[in-house]
């Protein structure tokens, strides 16, 4: 867990040693020049972004310039136990962007907000008693210090937190809009796109119902003219509409969990039925509890998938969260047993099942129902004719069978079901069902893998085709026929199922065959049968559920919602809100034995009964009502901030009565609207959103869900969130333990890969992985900052490998880093007195030409979002200008303005040293001259255990040191090494690297 801490870091960097030169570029001047840049940066407003409207200029009142360039990071949570140096890698590679962007001429909006209601402070809150509030406020102080420490160039006008009552309040004015609308799947877009379907008004249902345009859900009859709507008395017309909201309370099994003492969305459940937070068992349980209809959008999030610049692994796991599959729902009628003296228990029921290969139906030899299914309540009282043992489990009757199964399918959770799939238990029911493409009856089967909540709860099995299938019907010898098969047939002494691909073959009847058909033609043809044989019919199904909204927590947004008198959701008036948290006694929902699955939720907003019960004039007289004591889950406060950073004071000046949306149409379209420059999409959308891909479901799926709810109902111009989405890796790092297991302080070890590891003289085993205080391997930025200075830190974090790799952590690495921006440092100016040393020659023909060479591939690895081996470029040429006699001045003023992104302080400095008065942070990039680039280079072949991993174009003089950084920073070869360490690297200049690891 989670404690917060003072902000008690000492800051100071080393001092400098009496014998080193005064302006020697050491972490005590780096610190100095760094805190006196960040100052600067903040007096000048140089980071302040133009808005086309409103009071939010550039600097000095400037107006937009440029083209809108909206960067973002995946906002941080912010803990007591501050950043490690884990944490920053994507809000440096952010910065960087911008930077670069900035000086590219574009209008770059770049900001940062704190995520805040969150589990870990009101756990720390329920342990000591100290309000969450305060505490996360606290923690706040530590986090906005270590940020700027580090050089970021927000925009701070537009930090916020979700916890600040103005964002509170347009949270809940976005759950009212959410609330007050319901899903027409008929509409036409409202951006003229080619879907169907989107968001309307509830008014807008209630006028069509009484108008009598659309039948009245839930209710026969024809409501020509509003004929059954009107029959309604007014609160049946309400429970009608309240059923169709966007946002609705219902009661269903919900995933409960005692430990906890609140109930958790699918996404918030591991695949071993427990929480995701704090490892307690989750029951699934009825409870009435609010939920977003997400499904109705399941389409548009999968199709829109293809409008936005994502990773392709991140789409792969919407789309499969998703789960949208098409095939065919199909009628399997049930007969009676096999003769004329046995009961016919279930005769003339059917089983309804969904498959994605109907054209498989001609290989379904046996079916299998979930041991909930309702078929099973009633079975025969005798085995059927052509029974076989192994199929009845050994009991004499369907009826003991199948009741003996139930129960010990009702002693196992879902997961624990699931995972004893492949033991292949179960019994035979004594129903038979008809395949309706040959008529042929099948055995209909009971097995726990099958679950009732999923599909329709039972599946026909094709064991030719499926290898789950196949290993149930060798268990229970049961007939195999093959469907599908490659062209000329299996391949021989093939066994078990074909599940590759092929031709349909054994698929034909009186009236269809599928024969020598592909998959695809197949299924379209038996669809269309089954349809006419009122049979089947073509459908599509989805994994995705509604979200489940409610949490039985205190530190969340309240629900801006009253129960009136008849227990039906009232919202509150846009001109009430915020809804605050009042004050209770205490913070913790109430907990219950981890396997205690009869318990109930108790929320804490419960404990206030003062604030629970209230007596309000909403328009019909003083009326009591009652709120809701559930709050938001923390995934609210995230779903929209991007829209918050347009404008942070945007409707604080008004009662938030309905009548201004959340965010300024003009700043939406400006920043977000769709093509608002040459890289954004036809969805349009954030310019570039970066973050950890744990977020993949979960934040970005509920991010989508709300911002096409806000564009369905006009508030936003985007049809998706966020245009572009890069996912960075991680930084990770070693830790050792002595011979108990313990974990000793990872700083303080001593030794290498060769001669072993130790710790106070004793031997260590060493891990890979990540950072945490328990195992006793941390860095954080301040270690980093005082050691070495923040620009040092940001080379090294840059520099470290590709952006979307993890890589290991080595605080001994960092000097090399530290070593670059001494020796840049000193290209520029006298260790002595601080002076320039630059000349004001014309650089030399082969400097002009490593100059613009540098330039050309420096400002294309960062345009590619490669800073590492943008840094290995202007490495190789310092050191070009480190071997001259004197630096001109037009060979090294290029190279500053290159390091700037990476390292602002240090080249605010230097460009100020060379006489500039005005910061460089908006300065020209610098662009390369063609006449220059023509050169001779060879290709070096960089080998990595002595394989060939990756070539890199060098100049045929190039040195040892600078051909090793090329190679090491070349994005193949940091792949193949993978964080292992580097034992030698071989160099034959310039054309053959080997790294030995």
């Known amino acids: 867990m989670s404690t917060p801490n003072a902000d008690t870091t000492d800051l100071s960097a080393a001092p400098q040693r009496p014998d080193e030169p005064e302006h020697r570029y050491t972490p005590a001047l780096a610190q100095e020049i760094e805190l006196r840049w960040q100052d600067r940066w903040e007096e000048r407003g140089t980071f302040h972004a133009a808005n086309p409207t409103g009071e939010l200029t550039g600097p000095d009142g400037a107006e937009p310039a440029g083209r809108p360039f909206f960067i973002m990071d995946m906002f941080p949570y912010p803990s007591g136990a501050g950043l490690h140096v884990g944490h920053p890698l994507?809000?440096?590679?952010?910065?960087?962007?911008?930077?670069?962007?900035?000086?590219?001429?574009?209008?770059?909006?770049?900001?940062?907000?704190?995520?805040?209601?969150?589990?870990?402070?009101?756990?720390?809150?329920?342990?000591?008693?100290?309000?969450?509030?305060?505490?996360?406020?606290?923690?706040?102080?530590t986090y906005r210090r270590q940020l700027r420490r580090m050089g970021l160039g927000h925009d701070p006008r537009r930090s916020f937190a979700t916890i600040d009552d103005d964002y509170v309040r347009w949270t809940q004015w976005i759950f009212l809009e959410i609330f007050d609308s319901w899903y027409d799947a008929d509409a036409e877009p409202v951006d003229g796109g080619t879907q169907r379907g989107r968001a309307r008004r509830i008014s807008e249902l209630r006028a069509e119902l009484a108008a009598g345009t659309r039948p009245v859900p839930g209710h026969d009859g024809d409501n020509t003219g509003g004929a059954v709507w009107s029959t309604l008395s007014e609160p049946e017309q309400r429970d009608v509409l309240d059923a169709q909201r966007l946002a609705y309370v219902d009661s269903s099994p919900v995933n409960w969990c005692p430990g906890l003492g609140t109930v958790l969305a699918n996404e918030e459940v591991t695949a071993e039925g427990r929480s995701e937070r704090g490892n307690?068992?989750?029951?699934?349980?009825?409870?009435?509890?609010?939920?977003?209809?997400?499904?109705?959008y399941a389409d548009r999030l999968v199709d829109d998938l293809e409008l936005i610049e994502w990773p392709d692994k991140v789409k792969a796991m919407q789309r499969n969260w998703i789960g949208r599959s098409t095939g065919a729902n199909v009628t399997f009628h049930v007969v009676g047993a096999g003769d004329a003296d046995a009961d016919a228990a279930g005769a003339g029921a059917a089983i309804e099942v969904f498959t994605t290969r109907p054209d498989t139906l001609f290989g379904a030899t046996f079916m299998v129902v979930s041991p909930e299914h309702p078929l099973l309540d009633e079975v025969p009282a005798g085995w059927p004719d052509g029974?076989?043992?192994?199929?009845?489990?050994?009991?004499?009757?369907?009826?003991?069978?199948v009741a003996a199964y139930r129960r010990e399918a009702a002693a196992k959770t879902a997961v624990e079901r699931q995972a004893d799939a492949g033991k292949k238990t179960g019994v035979f029911t004594g129903h038979l069902a008809v395949n309706p493409v040959n008529g042929e009856t099948v055995p209909v089967f009971t097995a726990d893998y099958v679950l009732m909540g999923y599909g329709t709860g039972a599946i026909m099995a094709v064991p030719g085709g499926d290898d789950r299938d196949h290993a149930f019907a060798e268990a229970f010898e049961l007939p195999i026929v093959h469907t599908v098969e490659p062209a000329g047939g299996l391949p021989e002494g093939h066994e078990g199922a074909w599940t590759g691909d092929g031709v349909t073959v054994r698929s034909s009847n009186d009236e269809i065959s599928l024969d020598g058909l592909g998959v695809?033609?197949?299924?379209?043809?038996?669809?269309?049968?089954?349809?006419?044989?009122?049979?089947?019919?073509?459908?599509?199904t989805y994994r995705l559920n509604d979200w489940l909204f409610s949490r039985q927590r205190y530190w969340g947004e309240p629900f801006p919602i009253l129960w009136d008198a008849e227990d039906r959701a009232v919202a509150i008036p846009g001109d009430r809100l915020p809804v605050d948290l009042p004050e209770v006694p205490d913070y913790a929902p109430r907990t219950f034995d981890p396997d205690d699955r009869d318990s109930e939720p108790e929320a804490p907003l419960g404990r206030n009964d003062d604030w629970v019960h209230v007596t309000l004039d909403l328009g019909d007289g003083p009326q009591q009502y009652r709120r809701d004591t559930n709050t938001m889950p923390n995934w609210a406060g995230s779903c929209w901030?991007?829209?918050?950073?347009?404008?942070?004071?945007?409707?604080?000046?008004?009662?938030?009565?309905?009548?201004?949306?959340?965010?300024?149409?003009?700043?939406?379209?400006?920043?977000m609207g769709p093509r608002h420059n040459d890289t954004s999409g036809p969805a349009g959308g954030v310019d570039l959103y970066v973050g950890g891909v744990e977020h993949a479901v979960l934040h970005l799926l509920y991010a989508r869900f709300w911002h096409k709810?806000?564009?369905?109902?006009?508030?936003?111009?985007?049809?998706?969130?966020?245009?572009?989405l890069f996912n960075q890796g991680y930084i990770q790092a070693y830790a050792f333990t002595d011979d108990r297991g313990a974990y000793v302080p990872a700083a303080d070890v001593q030794g290498d890969e060769q001669a072993g590891w130790t710790y106070q003289g004793q031997a260590v085993e060493r891990e890979y992985g990540k950072m945490g205080k328990s195992l006793k391997n941390v860095v954080t930025p301040d270690d980093m900052y005082a050691e070495y200075g923040a620009d040092t830190f940001r080379v090294y974090e840059m520099a470290m490998g590709p952006l979307d790799l993890s890589r290991p952590w080595n605080t001994r690495d960092v000097v090399g880093s530290q070593r670059f921006l001494q020796r840049l440092w000193r290209n520029v100016v006298d260790e002595t007195d601080g002076s320039p040393v630059v000349t004001e020659d014309e650089p030399a023909p082969d400097t002009l030409k490593a100059l613009h060479r540098t330039i050309a591939d420096v400002r294309a690895e960062m345009e590619g979002m490669r800073p590492n081996t943008a840094i290995a470029k202007l490495i190789t040429y310092n050191n070009h200008l480190t071997a001259l006699d004197r630096v001109p001045r037009a060979a090294v003023e290029p190279l500053v303005l290159m390091v700037a992104p990476i390292a602002p302080h240090i080249a605010e400095e230097l460009w100020e040293r060379l006489g500039h008065t005005a910061s460089l942070a908006r300065e020209p990039f610098p662009e390369a001259r063609d006449e220059y680039l023509v050169a001779e280079t060879?290709?070096?072949?960089?080998?990595?255990?002595?394989?060939?991993?990756?070539?890199?174009?060098?100049?045929?003089?190039?040195?040892?040191?600078?051909?090793?950084?090329?190679?090491?920073?070349?994005?193949?070869?940091?792949?193949?090494?993978?964080?292992?360490e580097i034992r030698k690297v071989i160099v034959r200049a310039p054309k053959l690297v080997n790294v030995v690891v």
């Open 280 to 296: 307690f068992p989750v029951f699934t349980k009825n409870l009435r509890q609010w939920k977003m209809r997400i499904t109705a």
């Open 709 to 724: 709810v806000l564009h369905d109902l006009g508030h936003v111009s985007s049809r998706e969130p966020f245009g572009k």
């Open 387 to 401: 029974t076989r043992a192994v199929w009845t489990g050994g009991h004499s009757s369907p009826v003991e069978a």
């Open 641 to 671: 901030y991007y829209l918050r950073y347009l404008d942070p004071t945007w409707g604080t000046d008004d009662q938030g009565d309905g009548e201004r949306p959340v965010v300024d149409p003009a700043l939406e379209r400006y920043w």
């Open 938 to 980: 060879v290709t070096c072949v960089v080998q990595v255990k002595g394989k060939v991993r990756g070539r890199v174009e060098v100049s045929p003089d190039i040195s040892d040191d600078d051909l090793t950084a090329a190679a090491l920073a070349e994005p193949n070869v940091m792949r193949a090494i993978d964080g292992a």
């Open 520 to 540: 695809a033609e197949a299924k379209a043809r038996i669809i269309a049968w089954l349809e006419e044989k009122g049979a089947g019919r073509g459908t599509t």
């Open 90 to 141: 994507g809000f440096i590679a952010t910065d960087v962007v911008g930077r670069f962007r900035m000086m590219c001429g574009d209008n770059v909006l770049h900001a940062m907000g704190f995520d805040a209601f969150g589990l870990p402070a009101e756990q720390y809150a329920v342990q000591t008693g100290e309000h969450p509030r305060l505490v996360t406020e606290r923690n706040m102080v």
